[in-house]
Nanobody, 126 residues
Framework: QVQLVESGGGLVQAGGSLRVSCTAS????????VDWFRQAPGKEREFVAA????????AYADSVKGRFTISRDNAKNTVYLQMNSLKPEDTAVYYC???????????????????WGQGTQVTVAS
């Protein structure tokens, strides 16, 4: 199991930008597909974005498409989520999750993942 640590959350005004990071332990990070999920108070955890092991394939939830960008740097064992044009409804705890994945396959369900970080709070003020 890979160990994941999120960072970079915080408070931002609506319309602003924030970048959160997910750093993994281990030397085989490049075989893992990584997703970002988020969970707002009283709501279920939901898919935000996914990136394949090489970074060549990505997917986004409709609610963030065009505003968020997921990327990865396998040399640094890190996946990033750049969030632009933030809205109050983006407020949530953001979690990264990883799983071993062949090729460029992507996963979008919470149940697809066994390794999770502790989460980082993102708050967007109106």
């Amino acid at each position: 199991q890979v160990q994941l640590v999120e960072s970079g959350g915080g408070l931002v005004q609506a319309g602003g930008s924030l970048r959160v990071s997910c750093t993994a332990s281990g030397r085989t990070f490049s075989i893992y597909a990584v997703d970002w999920f988020r969970q707002a108070p009283g709501k279920e955890r939901e898919f935000v974005a996914a990136v394949s092991q090489s970074g060549g394939n990505t997917a986004y939830a409709d609610s963030v498409k065009g505003r968020f960008t997921i990327s990865r740097d396998n040399a640094k064992n890190t996946v990033y989520l750049q969030m632009n044009s933030l809205k109050p409804e983006d407020t949530a705890v953001y979690y990264c999750a990883a799983r071993v994945s062949p090729g460029n396959r992507l996963y979008t369900r919470v149940t697809d993942f066994g390794s999770w970080g502790q989460g980082t709070q993102v708050t967007v003020a109106s």
